[in-house]
């Protein structure tokens, strides 16, 4: 099986060409963020602009916008219960639903209106509370999104595909995911302590990286605003996947040197020199 | 009478097994923050997210919910008007009741409340504000719950034990501790320049550490996120309860050796270096 | 075509004199932030207070007050749908309007109201919104002000002036500006990743430094503030514009020396130290 | 005349006494902060909190509690149309009134709250706003405290004192303090870029310290929350005054070698290490 390594980054991090502008490395979209949870969708905000998106917007209840420019006044803004928001949706490369979303009916209303939405030029990744509403009515599936993403950890995908935690083998995972996205266009990360991912290849690639210091809340969050900012810039390979995947838990390890639990907003914050290093290294 | 020295954290500080998860590092419950004192549930609850509790959530007044998030993205919150705190509770490994909770007759219903949903296989940490309401009316004490901790300062303690504080002496304060919590289930911090600590198990222990630039409003709280985030990772031992006790301590003499006054906040940064210094250090 | 170098900023950044009064280094308003897009008008502040303006005010929605005050509490505030906002406008040196503002009927009012209040001892720096609301009605330039400074990038200028990206060539750009304000007190800078800037003086600057790390929202917002906190401290020559356009810049260089993606706010917290070190440089 | 120079700092900054609570460090309010002026509050009590004030309270507008908590969880929280305002004045030990507190009949009332509320244990420590109101109506001068700081720059000395700026010297000063406050219990700390301290004692201090780059808004309210913070812990006597005033002027000079622009709040940030330097070298 596939390892991912740190070869990833030097394919996927590439330095930037000086004709840019930021229209070049994306747009994205942030949707969750509950009254409970609003921490949820800044942290994956905070993954995807210091991973470099071009354009970061997030959708969130009113309730958590001025925590969110307190934090990240980087990041664009619309109440999600604001009409625009499908328009809105429409615009974007890459749309993030889920971190702290919850699972009421508005929410429901928000991943229905997304899979309305969406076209065959966009990603789509799903986290979190979108995948728990998913596991309640399959319909809500995004599927004519260009790429599907789902980034379950192993009880949330235990929901999601029916499979009880220790059957889930890699020929069980392949199937469960085949028929939630019969297409074929869905990639699955099963985050566990040692995390794998099932690209549109078929193939099953195993994470190296990651600590036990990482187990804290709001690591999937970080984790997911990181894959989209990668896709926003690099596009929608399975490397690119990969590279984000193996770069969260990079710089996890890095701070686990140091540090006896591993903050998700900290990773985060080192992702601007972690990336810049391993771009340097690839003598592009 | 024996002393707390920095031995107990190689004691408890153990280094994460690989296979982890954040369910296996305790879900914590804070609750306090009026309108007037929210800056003592925030602290609070920066204490229990960096000492590496696995999930972290609070219910405070909905008036602290963006400083809350604005610092702590990690915290899950809950309006304490919210009907659900009730269930909440009882999901939880922690509970820390107390920090900036005031005495109004609302924060007097938490308490009961609290009380009437605490099981046996809970802890619960009692600070601040919750000392004084259940000073004027013992049966508040949640006796339901597999072990309590009290964290009163000097004065705190003499409105609950009735026990003026010269007369706060070693016989005096057990006897008090036993009448408050009959079950013998009861740890008593008895914060002062030499914080004394009485154990379930009849001990009295001694902090060593500490000093007078730790004398600023909001160390108390700290110390109870603490003592609450070490109970959800290393469960509810007396060594755990000493371990804390040492370590925000520690992290202070740290601070004051550079610094006139010690910031609580920067008390809580410190945390994830210090444990993990210790951790390193205990071989394991 | 003259090139802008760091030589400009020995040239303009004085050493302040010691009998300094804060009045003395300008007081610079602010105009932008609808709900969406408060963090433009953040970003745009902390250039501002960051490069040394002696007073800063800032005009936004209500709803951005606390996450500018979180982030910065040097900024005075006021409620852009406050009826005093036209007698504030009047007292200031300089104006920064547009980060974030919106192209609604009220942000058309604002720039409406600006157009009305300002007086030839003024400078007005428009920029990002408010240039699109000047494309649909030239009649809102604030022609009355002592200079203008427009600070489009391609696409707001093809809007503005009607020039196709392709044909922005100097001399189209600089008749299209003539026909803009038509008294010939503008200033263009017209942002590319080969900033040009169009003088009073009938000049063309091109400026040398930066980099694609800074392609990244939030980086024009930036550079307005900077360019309203020179012109407040040094005044409103075209070497404190091509200054400030380039400190931006190399600023951000600096940053990208370490890093994938240059936050914008980043590069405004390095100002003070960067100024300093060219202050000492000039030898005054 | 008298300079203030760096040996006051050791005659007042005492190390600390190992049986400290913080309530030997005193109780300090700041009221302040309108809608338009939060950040002067917030800046104030970032003096006193980080001079090591051992209790710190805050009575200002409702909308301004977010943004004090957000970078301030250390401070307490009165909203100052609360009818307990009156009581809590009753129980500190400083009171430091006027940064950003405006001048409407609301301010207005504030202070003649304060003026009534106030007793001789304690000081009260009058800056800006409160001094522009005091200079509209003299009998709102706080007579009955303890003792009375006045901290006007000089133009908010000219509306208090009646004396032009070129006329403000030190006879005509001491003249006009004694007028407003006959009792003699009023230092007037007049603020220029070489600050003069009129002391309860007759004597005329000069200020050494200080640089340009402090000429920025928000020194002035930083300075009477590092003054206020002084008196709390080390009484009300000329000396801590004194020290209070220099050690504002010697972090911004500091601060001031590495940067061009010194940001009030990094003086404040300064103040722990610098006061531990100090109180190191006395000696004690």
């Known amino acids: 099986m596939p390892e991912i390594t740190d070869d990833i980054l030097k394919k996927v991090i590439k330095v930037r060409e000086s004709d840019s502008y ?19 969708i800044i942290m ?40 625009n928001l499908s328009d809105l949706i429409k615009k974007m490369d890459v749309i993030v639903c889920g971190p702290g979303l919850g699972t009421s009916d508005f929410a429901k209303g928000i991943v229905k209106m997304l899979r309305d939405n969406v076209n065959e030029k966009q990603t789509v990744i799903l986290d979190a509370s979108a995948l728990d509403l998913i596991s309640e ?70 994470n190296t990286a990651g600590n036990p210091g990482m187990a804290t809340g709001g690591m999937g969050d970080t984790l997911a605003g990181i894959i989209g900012g990668f896709i926003a810039q690099f596009g929608p390979s ?7 995947v193996y770069i ?30 391993n771009a340097i290294k690839s003598g592009k």
Chains 1, 2, 3, 4 share one sequence.
Not at 57 to 64: D, I, L, P, R
Not at 248 to 272: F, M, Q, R
Request: aromatic fraction near 6%.
């Open 137 to 206: 009515d399959k319909n809500l599936m995004p599927l004519n999104a260009g790429h599907i993403v789902l980034t379950p950890h192993q009880m949330e995908w235990q929901r999601v595909s029916q499979i009880r935690i220790p059957f889930q083998d890699d020929k069980a995972n392949k199937a469960a995911l085949k028929q939630l996205v019969p297409n074929g266009n869905a990639t699955l990360i099963l985050k566990s302590n040692r995390t794998h991912v099932y690209g549109e290849d078929g193939n099953v690639y195993v």
């Open 248 to 277: 969260h838990s990079l710089a996890g390890d890095i701070l686990y040197k140091e540090n006896y639990v591993v903050k998700p907003t900290e990773i985060s914050k080192l992702l601007p020199r972690l990336m810049k290093k």
């Open 44 to 83: 994956s905000t905070e993954g995807a602009i210091n991973s470099g998106a071009g354009l970061t917007a997030v959708a969130t209840h009113s309730v958590n916008l001025t925590a969110l420019h307190s934090r990240d006044p980087e990041a664009m803004y619309i109440d999600w219960r604001n009409k």
């Open 238 to 244: 399975i490397e690119t996947i990969l590279a984000a």
């Open 22 to 40: 930021k229209g070049k490395y994306g747009r994205i979209l942030l949707i969750g963020g509950s009254e409970n949870y609003g921490g949820a």
